[in-house]
Nanobody, 118 residues
Framework: QVLLVESGGGSVQAGGSLRLSCAAS????????MGWFRQARGKEREFVAR???????DYADSVKGRFTISRDNAKNTVYLQMNSLKPEDTAHYYC????????????WGQGTQVTVSS
């Protein structure tokens, strides 16, 4: 019902910046809460950031002050601006959609790799 297509991943040096994009289709974007998650090699998937349909945001402590989640409803797109990147940010990043607004993510993108080198 909801298709998510991510872009913007890549390799950067520590201290650099990167912006991830996630385009949604198949359902009214403004009705969706959106989230970003990441999973490093050998680690469990972890929450990174979320933004509700009303624009409320939440961040993991590890990325507060460095990452910013935003959305453009006219483009059906959610963004994750990542600044001051650290090697520990290296992970596969996933976009997810939550139709309920209750942190129940029913739809996931394919993910995009972010690699940060020192």
């Amino acid at each position: 019902q909801v298709l998510l297509v991510e872009s913007g991943g890549g390799s950067v040096q520590a201290g650099g910046s990167l912006r991830l994009s996630c385009a949604a289709s198949g359902r009214g974007f403004s009705n969706l809460s959106m989230g970003w998650f990441r999973q490093a090699r050998g680690k469990e998937r972890e929450f990174v950031a979320r933004i509700s349909w009303s624009g409320n945001t939440d961040y993991a402590d590890s990325v507060k002050g460095r990452f910013t989640i935003s959305r453009d409803n006219a483009k059906n797109t959610v963004y994750l601006q990542m600044n001051s990147l650290k090697p520990e940010d290296t992970a596969h990043y996933y976009c997810a959609a939550d139709p309920s607004g209750m942190k129940h993510y029913d739809y996931w993108g394919q993910g995009t790799q972010v690699t940060v080198s020192s």
